[in-house]
T-cell receptor
Framework: EAGVTQSPTHLIKTRGQQATLRCSPI?????VYWYQQALGLGLQFLLW???????NRGNFPPRFSGRQFPNYSSELNVNALELEDSALYLC???????????????FGPGTRLTVL | QQQVKQSPQSLIVQKGGISIINCAYE??????FPWYQQFPGKGPALLIA?????SEKKEGRFTISFNKSAKQFSLHIMDSQPGDSATYFC??????????????FGGGTRVLVKP
């Protein structure tokens, strides 16, 4: 069974540009989470999508946005890039619902975004 | 209320030794506590997880100890091996209905196992 996949692996942008990161969840998973892993700041929750809707967002400005497509894949967009947006962006997926199965999130390998 | 504090930041242990990583949380609404292992250049991988209704869970060489009254939990890696050298993250989440299982992570512990 294929795991969570993310593309691209690396992305280099300059300040003020826009970045688009993509995630495909594990087959059958309907929820997608985005996390930012910046140097020295650990893993921070960004966004949660479920059944095509944004359900929750972390403490990030509105220039971080995204969407979830009918096939449950997801896209993270970061507008007006700033130097401090340089980080590893991780996508995770899980099954919707309650209990151990729904609690377990599986992570992709991440997209390394570098803002120059 | 949402923080999870993890210690130590780094740890060096000899092969065959025990690695112990501790985490503390504030929010009593948390009801799921996983540990993730991350190797350089890779995403975090679930190692083991526990709910507050048990005080200990063991899977192979990895054991979680959970103290609900102290709001603390820890990871013990027994018989540590060089292949265990990685960064370990504790995390916590609330129920799906409350917050959709979003994970709040500790700051991470870099473990180095010396041969």
């Amino acid at each position: 069974e294929a795991g969570v996949t993310q593309s691209p692996t690396h992305l280099i942008k300059t300040r003020g540009q826009q970045a688009t990161l993509r995630c495909s969840p594990i087959s059958g998973h309907t929820s997608v989470y985005w996390y930012q892993q910046a140097l020295g700041l650990g893993l921070q929750f960004l966004l949660w999508y479920d059944e095509g809707e944004e359900r929750n967002r972390g403490n990030f400005p509105p220039r971080f946005s995204g969407r979830q497509f009918p096939n449950y894949s997801s896209e993270l967009n970061v507008n007006a890039l700033e130097l401090e947006d340089s980080a590893l962006y991780l996508c995770a997926s899980n099954l919707e619902g309650t209990g151990w199965i729904a609690d377990t999130q599986y992570f992709g390998p991440g997209t390394r975004l570098t803002v120059l | 209320q949402q923080q999870v504090k993890q210690s130590p930041q780094s740890l060096i242990v000899q092969k065959g030794g025990i690695s112990i990583i501790n985490c503390a949380y504030e929010n009593t609404a948390f009801d799921y506590f996983p540990w993730y292992q991350q190797f350089p250049g890779k995403g975090p991988a679930l190692l083991i997880a526990i709910r507050p209704d048990v005080s200990e869970k063991k899977e192979g060489r990895f054991t979680i100890s959970f103290n609900k009254s102290a709001k603390q939990f820890s990871l013990h890696i027994m018989d540590s091996q060089p292949g265990d050298s990685a960064t370990y993250f504790c995390a916590a989440s609330m129920s799906y209905e409350a917050a959709g299982n979003k994970l709040t992570f500790g700051g991470g512990t870099r473990v180095l196992v010396k041969p």
